[in-house]
């Protein structure tokens, strides 16, 4: 069966301060992979996705990037935090585009 | 840009009752449509996908598609309070940007 592991689970990070979030998949081949943000009684933001190794699409402009440096790691990174980053961060992943995604465990950041 | 719309609630619903959670959608182009349930907290968790305009039934979840209206719609048949959390309707055009949630609807099972 397919697991997905988030870390950290939580995170209190400063102002200016970089960010490394990680996202891992288990029991699956070249999923599709996305990063998303829930901000505190809000919806859920799309911020990247990717479809493959290297491949990375923006739906944000915004200070934040994001890697796939292996077919089932997907890593979310700043160099500098604003306060307007924190929130949820949730990883999913789907077999293919337009299946149903699953979601992992997720990280809440915050940022002071 | 593509809309998913819900009431946000809070929807309150006695035990043993039929919870009926409604979504709209704006794109027509729109393929899959899924329900997610997300509990205080925690990460959403995927409770029902329908492709089909019709009813899907699966255990207690019904979920209804009516693609002419534009209208998706989940039923929680004998609603207990662990079904107290909020729902997502989620839609999908079939590219590879994914999903399109909405807001979600906070649902409240009285015991």
């Known amino acids: 069966s397919q697991t997905i592991h988030q870390w950290p689970a939580t995170l209190v990070q400063p102002v200016g301060s970089p960010l490394s979030l990680e996202c891992t998949v288990e029991g699956t081949s070249n999923p599709n992979l996305y990063w998303y943000r829930q901000a505190a009684g809000r919806g859920l933001q799309l911020l990247f996705y990717s479809v493959g190794i290297g491949q990375i699409s923006s739906e944000v402009p915004q200070n934040l990037s994001a890697s796939r440096p292996q077919d089932r790691q997907f890593i979310l990174s700043s160099k500098k935090l604003l306060l307007s980053d924190s929130g949820f961060y949730l990883c999913?992943?789907?077999?293919?585009?337009?299946?149903?995604?699953?979601f992992g465990p997720g990280t809440r950041l915050t940022v002071t | 840009q593509k809309e998913v719309e819900q009431n946000s609630g809070p929807l309150s619903v006695p035990e043993g009752a039929i919870a009926s959670l409604n979504c709209t959608y704006s794109?027509?182009?729109?393929?899959?449509f899924f329900w997610y349930r997300q509990y205080s907290g925690k990460s959403p968790e995927l409770i029902m996908f329908?492709?089909?305009?019709g009813d899907k039934e699966d255990g207690r979840f019904t979920a209804q598609l009516n693609k002419a209206s534009q209208y998706v719609s989940l039923l929680i048949r004998d609603s207990q309070p662990s079904d107290s959390a909020t729902y997502l309707c989620?839609?999908?055009?079939?590219?590879?940007?994914?999903?399109?949630f909405g807001k979600g609807t906070h649902l409240i099972i009285q015991p």
């Open positions: 329908i492709y089909s305009n």
């Open positions: 794109d027509r182009g729109s393929q899959s």
């Open positions: 999913a992943w789907s077999y293919n585009s337009g299946y149903e995604q699953y």
């Open positions: 989620a839609v999908s055009g079939g590219g590879a940007d994914g999903l399109t």
